[in-house]
């Protein structure tokens, strides 16, 4: 699974949001969060440290409710496959203010380094547009990232789908807030939707 | 006991018309489902309305986590399901009580009142005890006639207290399905 020159996840989700502006955010359980974290602490990152195989769909449920947002769901190649059937529900609802964007070091690097599907078989690519995602890219460098970031402000011409072929290794935790009420109030609040 | 059809157009009930109403009222604004006899009717007219959002799911787990992004986005939805797919959403629904957010699920329910088909029985059967050890309240209709006023109840308890809440819509209610070769 080991390639030469793969990208730094953390260097890759920096410069995703470095010019984010309004958009919202999911991060997907495990390194996902807490590269997001890294990149900086923000009223509309939705942090995930559970759910896994739902980063997509809490995604879809944010942009369907905020359609002239842009919402981007980040999450591990691991986590996408668990919620590989959300790419089809996406297809077919077609969110044309949602981006997905997969880092794939093909591993699950938080229990261990087992390597994934990705390494030799799947091709979440592939899958995205096979289940109907009109715009699907695999990125391996970062001018490539770079010149994909603004592409997260566009709400009128998505769904789109993009994995990253990032490096395997283990980078220090960025703990990011685990409270989901707080999370979850807190983009409510930037949203301007009071508590109960 | 009455006997149903998989064609929707065979239910006269109105209670799918009445529940139709009740979401209308709540503002709810994303209905994700999974397919069922039961539910037809209902889903036909969310797929109808203007207001409503019907999203289609490969797997019930995904409409738990797709209204956890909808609260989080501003909007109610209410998941429908079989009580076959409540095991599918057993580790997504810890979102209802992490979130607190308004979770509302109307079930149809299988694997019970003269069930025909064995493979429906065991998830039917622990249907009720799955949300409740998953922290959800359970209401149940079992007659058309109470069937308003149950969720309307569970509408209120969750879009109003944010209590996580199942609906189960009995298979005495919907109609013990008949198999014929």
């Known amino acids: 699974m080991s390639k030469a020159n793969l990208l730094d996840r953390r260097a890759v989700v920096s410069g995703l949001l470095a010019n984010r502006k309004d958009a919202i955010v999911v991060g997907g359980l495990g390194a996902s969060t807490y590269d997001m974290a890294a990149a900086g602490d923000h009223d509309r990152n939705f942090y995930l440290w559970g759910a896994m195989g739902g980063a997509v769909m809490i995604g ?33 609802q077609k969110p044309a203010n949602l981006t997905i964007v997969v880092l794939d070091n093909e591993a699950y690097g938080e229990t261990g380094g087992q390597v994934s599907h990705t390494a030799a078989a799947a091709d979440l690519v592939g899958v995205a547009k096979a289940c109907g995602i009109g715009h699907v890219s695999a990125m391996t460098t970062m001018a490539e990232v770079e010149a994909f970031a603004p592409a997260l402000q566009d709400v009128t011409s998505g769904p789109r789908f993009a994995s990253v072929k ?19 109030n807190r983009i409510r609040g930037s949203l301007g939707f009071e508590p109960i | 006991m009455h006997a149903r059809a998989d ?10 018309e009445e529940i139709f109403a009740i979401l209308q009222r709540f503002d709810v604004r994303q209905v994700p489902y999974v397919p069922d006899a039961g539910h037809s009717l209902l889903i036909q007219r969310v797929l109808g309305s203007s207001t409503m959002r019907g999203v289609s799911l490969t797997t019930e787990e995904e409409g738990v986590a797709l209204l956890a992004g909808a609260w989080a986005g501003g909007q109610r939805g209410a998941l429908l399901m079989q009580s076959s797919g409540v095991g599918n959403c057993i580790n997504m629904l810890s979102l209802t009580q992490i979130f607190r957010f308004p979770f509302l699920t109307l079930v149809t329910m299988r694997g019970e009142w003269g ?47 944010c209590t996580p809440t199942a609906v189960l819509l009995s298979q005495r209610l919907i109609g013990t399905k008949v198999f014929t070769k």
Do not use: C
Request: charged share 15%; glycine share 10%.
């Open chain 2, 115 to 161: 069930e025909f088909n064995p493979w429906q029985v065991p998830m039917g059967s622990s249907t009720q005890a799955v949300f409740e050890l998953s922290g959800i309240r359970v209401l149940r209709a079992s007659h058309p006639e109470e069937v308003g006023e149950v969720v309307e109840a569970g509408a209120m308890q969750a879009y109003n207290a």
């Open chain 2, 7 to 16: 064609a929707p157009s065979e239910t006269a009930a109105s209670w799918p």
């Open chain 1, 166 to 184: 990032i490096d395997g290794a283990n980078l220090e935790r960025v703990l990011s807030s685990r409270d989901a009420n707080f999370i979850v």
């Open chain 1, 60 to 92: 879809l449920g944010l942009a369907l409710a905020q359609p002239k947002l842009p919402v981007v769901v980040i999450t591990g190649d691991g986590e996408m496959l668990m919620g590989m059937g959300s790419l089809a529900t996406v297809g077919l």
